[in-house]
């Protein structure tokens, strides 16, 4: 009787424990980095459901995965490798286990310095490679397997500035209303359009936007409305409210992310906004901070209600979480991540966390 109770005990405490960490570890994000120092590839954290961070660990060894994208259906991870072999770059498949990923397969990207993928609902996946100005077309099958490069996106002409001085694709996004893929282009300054058709690009009838002058274009972000879209100007330190109106594409205004009196160098990276379409985040590299925006719910434009420290230096990217109670920073040259938590009422983040994580530069959940 002794021994069974001691058993029945053991079990007990087991128990809680494994029901205590499930508790803790709400959430799993993936962090993708740069192996320049001590990293090794792509690394699994945690997220409890105070906001609490906790390591997991490496879940695939790789050089420089610095982003990462999932299939549809959550089961596989699609990682471009920031590197040149002899003006190639590649874009890796991954099949998404418990404790490790492993990979199912390994395809050229279009371009040197590939450093974005994005995937759409019909499983056509684009790269976009930043030293080569081009941006690649590949598809994957429900196991996550890549096809074969379908075709390239060859982007021509230059900016105004130093690091306008040819193409630089800077990422590749599906139009979340109709079949249109948007490039941003830092180097030529411009947003191009373009739609599949038979495996292939085609440019549409306004093939491209021209930015402010020396802008520099990175990233962008979709208002809910799926009509609006914000982009991030990286060299401008701006964001962009662009429309659409009788199928042709316009500036309709233009906003900092930096404070009026603030004088020193910095470029933006990373932006978002919340599903209920109410605020929006942009990161600053060199004020070190996440710039925080209220949007209007009538013509989408940006009213600036402050700043957040990000506690760290070069705040790569940075992601809210799949509920958005919390928004996640990674600061690629200190080597931390850190948790914020989001009020959805003011849209303002309060400090709730920080873990060690080696040249951080993606957060996915």
């Given at each position: 009787?002794?021994?069974?109770?001691?058993?029945?005990?053991?079990?007990?405490?087991?128990?809680?424990?494994?029901?205590?960490e499930?508790?803790?570890?709400?959430?799993?994000?993936?962090?993708?980095?740069?192996?320049?120092?001590?990293?090794?590839?792509?690394?699994?954290?945690?997220?409890?459901?105070?906001?609490?961070?906790?390591?997991?660990?490496?879940q695939?060894?790789?050089v420089?995965?610095?982003?990462?994208?999932?299939?549809?259906d959550?089961?596989s991870?699609?990682?471009?490798?920031?590197?040149?072999?002899?003006?190639?770059?590649f874009?890796?498949?991954?099949?998404?286990?418990?404790?490790?990923?492993?990979?199912?397969?390994?395809?050229?990207?279009?371009?040197?310095?590939?450093?974005?993928?994005?995937?759409?609902?019909?499983?056509?996946?684009?790269?976009?490679n930043?030293?080569?100005?081009?941006?690649?077309?590949?598809?994957?099958?429900?196991?996550?397997?890549?096809?074969?490069?379908?075709?390239?996106?060859?982007?021509?002409?230059?900016?105004?500035?130093?690091?306008?001085?040819a193409?630089?694709?800077?990422?590749?996004?599906?139009?979340?209303?109709?079949?249109?893929?948007?490039?941003?282009?830092?180097g030529?300054?411009?947003?191009?359009?373009?739609?599949?058709?038979?495996?292939?690009?085609?440019?549409?009838?306004?093939?491209?936007?021209?930015?402010?002058?020396?802008?520099?274009?990175?990233?962008?972000?979709?208002?809910?409305?799926?009509?609006?879209?914000?982009?991030?100007?990286?060299?401008?330190?701006?964001?962009?409210?662009?429309?659409?109106?009788?199928?042709?594409?316009?500036?309709?205004?233009?906003?900092?992310?930096?404070?009026?009196?603030?004088?020193?160098?910095?470029?933006?990276?990373?932006i978002?906004?919340?599903?209920?379409?109410?605020?929006?985040?942009?990161s600053?590299?060199g004020?070190?901070?996440?710039?925080?925006?209220?949007?209007?719910?009538?013509?989408?434009?940006?009213?600036?209600?402050?700043y957040?420290?990000?506690?760290?230096?070069?705040?790569?990217?940075?992601?809210?979480?799949?509920?958005?109670d919390?928004?996640?920073?990674?600061?690629?040259?200190?080597?931390?991540?850190?948790?914020?938590?989001?009020?959805?009422?003011?849209?303002n983040?309060?400090?709730?966390?920080?873990?060690?994580?080696?040249?951080?530069?993606?957060?996915?959940?």
């Open positions: 009787m002794k021994y069974f109770t001691t058993f029945i005990l053991l079990i007990a405490f087991f128990g809680c424990k494994q029901e205590k499930t508790m803790n570890t709400a959430q799993t994000f993936y962090v993708g980095t740069y192996t320049k120092k001590d990293s090794k590839g792509i690394y699994k954290y945690g997220l409890s459901k105070a906001g609490k961070l906790s390591k997991i660990g490496l695939a060894t790789i420089n995965p610095t982003f990462l994208v999932k299939s549809n959550k089961k991870l699609f990682v471009i490798g920031e590197t040149d072999k002899n003006g190639v770059g874009i890796r498949s991954f099949k998404i286990e418990k404790d490790s990923l492993t990979q199912i397969s390994k395809e050229k990207t279009g371009g040197a310095g590939p450093c974005f993928v994005g995937i759409n609902k019909d499983n056509y996946i684009v790269t976009a930043y030293r080569a100005g081009t941006v690649g077309l590949l598809k994957t099958d429900t196991n996550g397997k890549l096809s074969k490069l379908l075709d390239v996106q060859q982007h021509f002409g230059k900016g105004t500035t130093e690091r306008q001085k193409p630089h694709a800077h990422s590749a996004w599906f139009h979340p209303a109709k079949k249109e893929v948007i490039s941003i282009d830092l030529t300054n411009e947003i191009w359009f373009s739609k599949i058709e038979n495996d292939k690009f085609t440019f549409t009838a306004q093939q491209k936007l021209a930015m402010p002058i020396g802008s520099g274009p990175r990233h962008l972000t979709f208002h809910p409305n799926k009509k609006w879209m914000y982009v991030l100007n990286e060299l401008g330190n701006t964001v962009s409210l662009v429309k659409e109106n009788n199928g042709k594409y316009f500036v309709e205004s233009t906003i900092t992310t930096l404070p009026a009196d603030f004088t020193e160098f910095s470029k933006s990276a990373d978002h906004i919340t599903k209920d379409g109410k605020f929006l985040y942009a600053n590299r004020h070190q901070s996440i710039a925080i925006f209220e949007v209007n719910k009538e013509n989408g434009s940006l009213k600036t209600i402050g957040e420290n990000v506690r760290g230096d070069h705040p790569r990217n940075f992601s809210l979480s799949p509920n958005e919390f928004l996640i920073v990674a600061n690629q040259n200190t080597d931390n991540i850190i948790s914020f938590k989001r009020d959805e009422k003011t849209g983040l309060t400090f709730v966390d920080e873990i060690k994580a080696p040249m951080p530069v993606c957060i996915l959940f």
